[in-house]
């Protein structure tokens, strides 16, 4: 895949976001217009649930928003949770990120977070559910393996690896892990999106080729695979105006 062919995949699979403390409606407006590019539109913006409305009324129908949810604490709190979806669906959002509960993962609490799962996964319907598993705080291989399993089993359209608000957030090795099990699942639609510190078209294209690795040529659209970032689509552009990408070389 040259680097232009990978900027363009990378382009149309891109969740637009911005979660930042300091963002007000003039920045919501900078980004919709920014996920509005002159080589075509990025898959989603993703926002706070209070500027899901201006988002949306900002974007056209081919742009879809996102809204996170139990974010970015990923508490065991299902009540909490069930009102930022409610909020998020009647905001007007066509998708939902919400973070898994993995300090209770990691303590054992299985169940407790599979219920919540299923919870999450009924108040959301019909919308795009993505579960954010923070892989770079499980860190361990099995229970990034156990989150992932959980998540698709709940009806989760997408595992996402990070919230982007920790020490460590996407890494290959937790993306071939939960490439891994969404491949072997039997959940055929079910799809993957690298989240935190992805902010190249050349750390963009390693994580496209895993996914080619797991989930085939058919996995490379944004049915099946996002990428949340804010700073990559700088790069995107650069490569796809013909200017030389941060750290690109062609033949990715």
Known sequence: MSAKDTARTLLRCLDLTSLNDGDTAEST??????????????????????????ARAALPPAIRVAAVANFPEGALDLPRALADIEAIAQAGAQEIDVVLPWR?????????????????????????????????????EALIRRATQLSLNAGADFIKTSTGKTAVSATPEAARAMLDEIAHS?????GFKASGGIRTVAQ?????E???????????????????????????????????????????
Request: proline fraction near 3%.
């Open 186 to 190: 039997g959940f055929s639609a079910a």
């Open 29 to 54: 407006a900078a980004l919709c217009a920014k996920a509005q590019t002159a080589h075509g539109p990025v898959a989603a913006v993703c926002v706070w649930p209070r500027f899901v409305t201006q």
């Open 104 to 140: 209770a993962l990691k303590a054992g609490q299985v169940q407790e977070v599979a219920e919540f799962l299923a919870e999450v996964r009924h108040a959301s319907r019909p919308l795009t559910l993505k579960v954010i598993i923070e892989s770079g705080e499980l860190k361990d």
């Open 204 to 208: 963009g294209a390693d994580y496209l």
């Open 210 to 252: 895993l996914v080619r690795a797991s989930l085939g040529e058919g996995g490379l659209n944004p049915q099946r695979l996002r990428f949340g970032a804010s700073g990559l689509l700088d790069d995107i552009l650069a490569v796809l105006d013909g200017k030389v990408g941060t750290a690109l070389k062609e033949g990715y």
